[in-house]
């Protein structure tokens, strides 16, 4: 019975050791489209942004999606060389589309929650507007980090209150605590100056004879209503979003 438990502990802590060997050899980075200008030292971005909280940060770029709809190709692209039970985060891009996606696994917690996916939408989408593909990875990877650093630290991205809202906070509170102020302040003035033409006129001491209104020009400007881009899907393994640029 002991070397039957023997055996079976053996055996588990050899496939655990196998596990770790495939994913610490799996690549974080599969440029199949050949876009990235320094392949070598984005791979060693995206394996740093994760190797310290065990979580895969990885890319995969290609030539096209071949009519398959991308958040399907995005999580079947991590899935292939990952396994959908593996935390981590994508960045999918589809050239001939246009199309981009990052799909995150469900075990990666907090760290990618929708506030801050959304701001890696915004990092990563400006740069492929400018068809700045090594510049999307490298932000990418340094996003990815500091979100993971921040879960890890027990603050994940969003959860505390912004300076910016802090100080707006503070201002709308002074502006409603100013107005009742005001109004009181006017009460105590027995005296105010006038300030305007209408005081000084004697009442029906003017009277028009004629009056018209000239339309002089007009200006017609048109503006275009920008096209809604994103697109979020969850299934029971992968948290999809991302958009075309």
Excluded at 27 to 43: F, K, N, S, T, V
Excluded at 87 to 107: C, D, H, N
Excluded at 179 to 189: F, H, I, W, Y
């Amino acid at each position: 019975m002991k070397r039957r438990l023997r055996f079976l502990l053996c055996l588990l802590v050899v496939s655990w050791a196998l596990c770790l060997t495939v994913l610490a050899a799996a690549p974080a980075l599969q440029d199949e489209a050949g876009l990235l200008q320094d392949p070598q030292g984005l791979e060693a971005l995206l394996t740093q942004a994760g190797a310290d909280y065990d979580t895969v940060v990885a890319a995969c770029l290609v030539p096209s999606c071949d009519g398959q709809d991308p958040d399907l190709a995005a999580e079947e692209a991590y899935d292939r060389v990952y396994g959908p039970n593996t935390p981590g985060i994508l960045l999918f891009i589809a050239q001939s589309e246009r199309v981009y996606r990052i799909t995150v696994t469900q075990g990666s917690g907090e760290a990618f929650n929708d506030k801050a996916l959304a701001h890696l939408r915004s990092v990563v989408e400006k740069r492929l507007r400018q068809d700045d593909y090594d510049g999307a990875v490298r932000d990418f990877a340094a996003t990815a980090s500091e979100m993971l650093r921040l879960a890890a630290s027990g603050s994940p991205y969003g959860s505390k209150l912004s300076p910016l809202w802090i100080l707006g906070a503070l201002g709308l509170g002074s502006l409603g605590s100013a107005l009742p102020l005001g109004r009181l302040k006017q009460q105590v003035k027995s005296v105010r100056k006038k300030t305007e033409a209408k005081d000084y006129i004697v009442p029906d001491s003017l009277r028009l004879l004629r009056e018209e209104d000239t339309f002089v020009r007009k200006t017609t400007e048109r503006v275009p209503i920008p096209a809604k881009t994103e697109t979020v899907r969850t299934d029971g393994s992968h948290t999809t979003t991302g958009g075309s640029f």
